[in-house]
């Protein structure tokens, strides 16, 4: 079975930073495409980055591109996001999301499977 | 805004079928796949539909879509009380070379 697994979330001043870990199991962590996906309050979702089973590759959403670094160990099957400089807009719940498919890149990669989701609050 | 555009709301009754529309640009439905997504109250997000019309395994045939130029869309029949949550499209863009969603449709069951 699919586990995903955020932690690392929490409370932080503006202007502060924040990593995010994905502990992933149940599956061939190396082999699959891997993203963040995150929903502030009481709204849509809004995807934030994505990276390569190898984790040559990475893509990010124009709103957190050079603020935020997705990066992957595969010898410990864990997904990171590191969140620098935060604001207030970057209150949300974290997703941490597995691809559907262990042939392709990431732009033909649904989220197959989710975690539970992290809440990340950034408030002075 | 988003790229894709869905309606904010739809509802119908028990047993009905019910259709979610996604609107977007030859940029990203036009050229790519869409992924359609079943968020209900409180719970992470569950993957519906992939390559535009598939079904993952354990997903109920009730559930189909299809896609067309520009748009897609999601039909749900037999509609059942359980079926109340928040749907979402998204696509790769290849403008912003990123996943793009739609602002999500709640769907109420009457």
């Known amino acids: 079975e699919v586990q995903l697994v955020e932690s690392g979330g929490d409370l932080v001043q503006p202007g502060e930073s924040l990593r995010l870990s994905c502990a992933a199991s149940g599956f061939t962590f190396s082999s699959y495409v891997m993203s963040w996906v995150r929903q502030a309050p009481g709204k849509g979702l809004e995807w934030v980055s994505s990276?390569?089973?190898?984790?040559?590759?990475?893509y990010y959403a124009d709103s957190v591109k050079g603020r935020f670094i997705i990066s992957r160990d595969n010898s410990k099957n864990t997904l990171y996001l590191q969140m620098n400089s935060l604001r207030a807009e970057h209150t949300a719940v974290y997703y941490c999301?597995?691809?559907?498919?262990?042939?392709?890149?990431?732009?033909?990669?649904?989220?197959?499977?989710w975690g539970q989701g992290i809440l990340v609050t950034v408030s002075s | 805004q988003s790229l894709l555009t869905q309606p904010p709301s739809a509802s119908g009754t028990p047993g009905q079928r019910v259709t979610i529309s996604c609107s977007g640009s030859r940029s990203n439905i036009g050229t790519n796949y869409v992924c359609w997504y079943q968020q209900l109250p409180g719970t992470a997000p569950r993957l519906l539909i992939y390559?535009?019309?598939q079904r993952p395994s354990g997903v109920p045939d009730r559930f189909s879509a299809s896609k067309s130029g520009t748009s897609a869309s999601l039909a749900i029949s037999g509609l059942r009380s359980e079926d109340e949550a928040d749907y979402y499209c998204a696509a790769w863009d290849d403008s912003v070379s990123g996943w793009v969603f739609g602002g999500g449709t709640k769907l109420t069951v009457l």
């Open positions: 990276i390569s089973m190898s984790g040559g590759d990475t």
């Open positions: 390559n535009s019309n």
């Open positions: 999301a597995k691809g559907h498919s262990s042939s392709w890149g990431v732009p033909y990669n649904c989220f197959e499977s």
